[in-house]
């Protein structure tokens, strides 16, 4: 029966393979796509290929599959990998990580969020209220971070455009009690300027086509994405998000996690205010630049909670300190320009920092937590940036490829050192591979 799958569905483990060459490699990996098996081992690595599509593998009945089950009893799969990690960290009490990486567009996040799903299914099913809470928030979280830092490419309608390593921590008994987020490398010059065929963040288009009528008047936006300098590249694209739909659900979730309604509206409020940002314009006045529309300053403003004469200040002047005086220095007009755009960067930074940092407020876990449930285990997932080569390439888009090559040199380290080390002990002879 096994070599029956095996010729049928080509190989389940590359190391089963007689010859390991890159056509043979990619033949195997061609042929199980083809049959539908996205997922192939490579002893304990799962390679995943994205079918571009939804395939009926992530239900309960899946689930209760590999469930309990050692890594090599069922077929490939993203649920092995996720429940081998999560045996290991229970049988032995000691913190596991689970590394996602690929290229832009390979379906990491879709990956993340199914471990986390799998994870959130096979805890004990409990009576205690606060562990469904815990479970609820650490995936209501993901959706939310998307809207805020993710953006279609020429690649992938949902690329994530920021790294994300989020801890998951549980109690003895193997229970989740809470988590943490880190971020990392936030593409903010995309809220100023896209590649063509690419969109800004989710949350500026979501906004604008699932706000209300009565929302949108009271940030003095209007639903025509195109009306907007810093988005309006993207405006016309075509793609699978119904930026409409999304809102809602974000909304909700943001609610579930329990931000606060006002805190939800300043989140809007500072999303309007970098929309007009964008549409702001200097005028050349002899040697000084002014404001061309003067009225978004009064706006921008009201939307920020401060006066229109400190808004002024802030775009059209400098302040430079020289010894022990501090001046105020106005700016030429393409220094008021890259100062509004720094500004409109620097706000939504600060904002998707503060919302991953008010989502870990709420989902870590607690000293009377951990002073109840004894030590707890952690259970680390890594969804980095995808490797991705632009026409033009930004110093961002550099520090992300080389995260990614850094990331990739550690894990073949490891593999490799790891499996060396364990021929060494069991006295198996080899030739020995170097790595750098």
Not at 181 to 206: D, T
Not at 255 to 260: E, N, Y
Not at 335 to 356: H, M, P, Q
């Amino acid at each position: 029966m096994a070599e029956q799958e095996s010729l049928e569905f080509g190989k389940a483990d590359f190391v089963l393979m007689d010859t390991v060459s890159m056509p043979e490699f990619m033949a195997n990996l061609r042929l199980r796509f083809e049959k539908g098996r996205i997922y192939t081992f490579i002893g304990e690595v799962v390679v995943s290929v994205n079918p571009y599509k939804l395939l009926n593998i992530y239900g309960r009945d899946t689930i209760e599959q590999y469930k309990g089950r050692e890594l090599y009893e069922r077929p490939p799969h993203l649920f092995a990998i996720a429940d081998a990690a999560y045996k290991a960290m229970k049988r032995r009490s000691k913190d596991t990580c689970i590394v996602i990486s690929g290229e832009s567009g390979a379906g990491k996040t879709e990956a993340s969020k199914y471990i986390m799903q799998y994870i959130a299914a096979i805890t004990n099913p409990s009576q205690r209220a606060e562990i469904e809470r815990v479970k609820n928030m650490l995936l209501k979280s993901n959706c939310v971070l998307e809207a805020f830092g993710n953006a279609k490419t020429n690649r992938n309608d949902n690329s994530s455009r920021f790294g994300k390593y989020m801890d998951i921590n549980f109690d003895f008994k193997g229970d989740p009690i809470g988590g943490h987020i880190n971020n990392y490398l936030l593409e903010k010059s995309r809220v100023i300027v896209q590649q063509p065929g690419e969109r800004s963040f989710h949350s500026f288009y979501q906004l604008l086509q699932g706000g209300s009528e009565q929302m949108l008047r009271s940030l003095h936006l209007q639903k025509s994405l195109s009306s907007y300098n810093y988005i309006h590249v993207g405006a016309q694209l075509k793609s699978s998000i119904n930026d409409a739909a999304e809102f809602k659900v974000v909304a909700d979730a943001m609610k579930v996690i329990g931000f606060q309604p006002e805190e939800i509206q300043t989140v809007y409020k500072i999303l309007g205010t970098i929309l007009h940002l964008g549409n702001l314009k200097f005028v050349v006045d002899g040697d000084m630049p002014l404001i061309e529309n003067g009225r978004l300053v009064s706006i921008i403003a009201e939307l920020l909670s401060t006066k229109t004469d400190m808004v002024e200040k802030a775009l059209l002047y400098r302040t430079v300190a020289t010894g022990r005086d501090i001046i105020d220095k106005q700016h030429t007009e393409q220094e008021a320009s890259y100062g509004r755009d720094a500004f409109a960067k620097a706000i939504y930074e600060r904002l998707f920092c503060w919302i991953v940092s008010r989502i870990n407020d709420i989902i870590e876990v607690k000293n009377s937590d951990t002073t109840i449930h004894g030590k707890n285990t952690v259970i680390g997932v890594l969804d980095i940036y995808g490797f991705e080569i632009f026409d033009n390439n930004s110093f961002e888009q550099f520090c992300i490829n080389y995260c990614n090559e850094k990331l990739q040199q550690l894990f073949i380290q490891l593999v490799l050192k790891q499996e060396q080390e364990e021929y060494q002990r069991e006295g198996i002879p080899w030739k020995h591979v170097g790595f750098l």
